[in-house]
């Protein structure tokens, strides 16, 4: 494989990394405020909690496939890729379901949303397609 697309594809893997950090630090970051204002039913609904614990182990999912993926894994690369376009669908479909999670956790999946999208986009390149091996 040559240099450049070597460099290319490493450069894409440490900021799909980065991303599925960043996306599992703020998941953590809204359980952790769930717990802190747990005795607040308008910020700490039922729903929140449960929406949060189960986008944590997403997160948490994401994480080790993007490490995995890096490494060359062809399935984790393919998981990756999925989660990162499915979860932002029914993110969409979730927030668009009248009072079922407060405003902030709307708005916190439109951001995650946005994050992910930009995860699917930089597994589809083609360095990055190069780079995977069956594992």
Same mark, same amino acid.
Not at 73 to 83: C, D, E, K
Not at 97 to 116: H, K, M
């Given at each position: 494989?040559?240099?450049?697309?070597?460099?290319?594809?490493?450069?894409?893997?440490?900021?799909?990394?980065?991303?599925?950090?960043?996306?599992?630090?703020?998941?953590?970051?809204?359980?952790?405020?769930?717990?802190?204002?747990?005795?607040?039913?308008?910020?700490?609904?039922?729903?929140?909690?449960?929406?949060?614990?189960?986008? +944590?182990? $997403?997160?948490?999912?994401?994480?080790?496939? #993007?490490?995995?993926? %890096?490494?060359? !894994? @062809?399935? /984790?690369?393919?998981?990756?890729?999925?989660?990162?376009?499915?979860?932002?669908?029914?993110?969409?479909?979730?927030?668009?379901?009248?009072?079922?999670?407060?405003?902030?956790?709307?708005?916190?999946?439109?951001?995650?949303?946005? +994050?992910? $999208?930009?995860?699917?986009?930089?597994?589809? #390149?083609?360095?990055? %397609?190069?780079? !995977? @091996?069956? /594992?």
């Amino acid at each position: 494989m040559p240099l450049v697309r070597h460099q290319q594809m490493t450069r894409r893997f440490s900021i799909v990394r980065a991303l599925t950090w960043v996306y599992a630090l703020a998941t953590l970051a809204t359980v952790a405020v769930l717990w802190r204002e747990r005795d607040n039913r308008g910020i700490a609904t039922d729903h929140a909690w449960g929406h949060a614990v189960v986008v +944590l182990v $997403l997160a948490v999912v994401m994480v080790a496939g #993007a490490r995995r993926a %890096s490494h060359g !894994s @062809r399935r /984790a690369l393919r998981r990756l890729r999925i989660i990162s376009v499915v979860i932002p669908v029914v993110s969409l479909v979730i927030v668009a379901i009248p009072e079922f999670l407060p405003v902030w956790i709307r708005v916190e999946q439109g951001v995650y949303g946005a +994050l992910l $999208l930009v995860i699917a986009v930089l597994t589809r #390149a083609d360095p990055i %397609s190069l780079r !995977s @091996r069956d /594992a």
